[in-house]
């Protein structure tokens, strides 16, 4: 199982970076409460979800970010088909100068098409792309 959700993790990270937003939003149940900073960003359909993605996107890419290296460092052990997924991101930047550190944890839960995630809570510690992720919400808003 641990491989198996390391391989769903990166996969999820391939697809948010070469922009394929629906194909991701698959692997998400929504409503979508995402946490950042203890600050709940509430992403209601796949729609918002996508437009969410886009934008810390683009972010990213204006920080020349280009690669995601996902690393699971727990798993907990599942009850009634749920169960929680700790993972740090690391992203690097084109020129390999600039490097960020993020913790991830997933609340994912089996369903019949599979391992889907029905929360996220970011963890990393308070920086522009936090202020990003939520700066974008509140324009939305």
């Given at each position: 199982?641990?491989?198996?959700?390391?391989?769903?993790?990166?996969?999820?990270?391939?697809?948010?970076?070469?922009?394929?937003?629906?194909?991701?939003?698959?692997?998400?149940?929504?409503?979508?409460?995402?946490?950042?900073?203890?600050?709940?960003?509430?992403?209601?359909?796949?729609?918002?979800?996508?437009?969410?993605?886009?934008?810390?996107?683009?972010?990213?890419?204006?920080?020349?970010i280009e690669t995601?290296?996902?690393?699971?460092?727990?798993?907990?052990?599942?009850?009634?088909?749920?169960?929680r997924v700790w993972?740090?991101?690391?992203?690097?930047?084109?020129?390999?100068?600039?490097?960020?550190?993020?913790?991830?944890?997933?609340?994912?839960?089996?369903t019949g098409a599979?391992?889907?995630?029905?929360?996220?809570?970011?963890?990393?510690?308070?920086?522009?792309?936090?202020?990003?992720?939520?700066?974008?919400?509140?324009?939305?808003?």
């Amino acid at each position: 199982m641990f491989q198996q959700l390391q391989d769903q993790v990166q996969w999820r990270a391939d697809l948010f970076l070469s922009g394929r937003f629906e194909d991701m939003s698959r692997e998400y149940i929504f409503p979508l409460p995402v946490y950042v900073h203890n600050r709940l960003i509430a992403l209601r359909t796949a729609s918002e979800g996508m437009a969410q993605a886009a934008s810390v996107r683009t972010a990213l890419q204006h920080r020349q970010i280009e690669t995601l290296k996902i690393t699971v460092k727990a798993i907990e052990v599942p009850r009634d088909g749920r169960f929680r997924v700790w993972a740090d991101w690391h992203a690097v930047s084109r020129d390999c100068r600039r490097s960020r550190r993020m913790g991830l944890v997933y609340y994912m839960r089996e369903t019949g098409a599979g391992i889907r995630s029905e929360m996220l809570h970011y963890t990393f510690r308070r920086d522009s792309t936090g202020r990003a992720l939520i700066r974008t919400q509140k324009q939305r808003a």
